[in-house]
């Protein structure tokens, strides 16, 4: 390594310190506004979807994951249960952008799969916008396929609204 070169130490560990959770809602609010414009409905979904996950998941079949670069978090992801038996939801993937280009997002999303795969679930769903392209590839590589779209006003915007469903009883891709 060249001189003065410093290699980014980037781990993925379950969430759980003090300031994991508040950190989720603040970045995704943040960080949704100067990429997109995004309002605080979008942040109070977020915290919506963080409280709920807080004060109701159960450690068998739910957990949380954060990222972290040189100490300092960078990246996040929820796995929650559906209404539905034998289904999970994947939840706020977010990579920071200073934290792009190191495949957290695709380490994320790995370790909540085969975490969902341990618990039993079947099939993963999530929601997500048409806009979000990177988290989109992350989803593809692993087998989501685009279940229904529709156009969708939120967060000060018109969007296209997209579900995606993974059945987690197929093989894992190859890499």
Known sequence: ??????????????????????????????????????????????????????TRHSPATEAAWIAEVDGERAGCVFLVADDRPGVAKL?????????????LGTRL??????????AGYRRVTLWTTDDLVSARRIYEHFGFVLADEEPHHGFGHDLVGQTWTLDLQGSPPEE
């Open 1 to 54: 390594m060249p001189k003065g070169t410093h290699q980014r130490q980037a781990v993925v560990r379950r969430a759980g310190r003090p300031g994991d959770l508040g950190w989720v809602v603040m970045a995704h609010g943040e960080l949704y506004d100067q990429q997109f414009g995004w309002n605080t409905d979008f942040e109070a979904l977020v915290a919506r979807a963080v409280a709920d996950y807080a």
């Open 91 to 103: 939840r706020v993937l977010l990579v920071t952008p200073a934290a792009r280009g190191l495949g």
């Open 109 to 118: 999303v790995e370790g909540s799969l085969a975490f969902a795969r341990e």
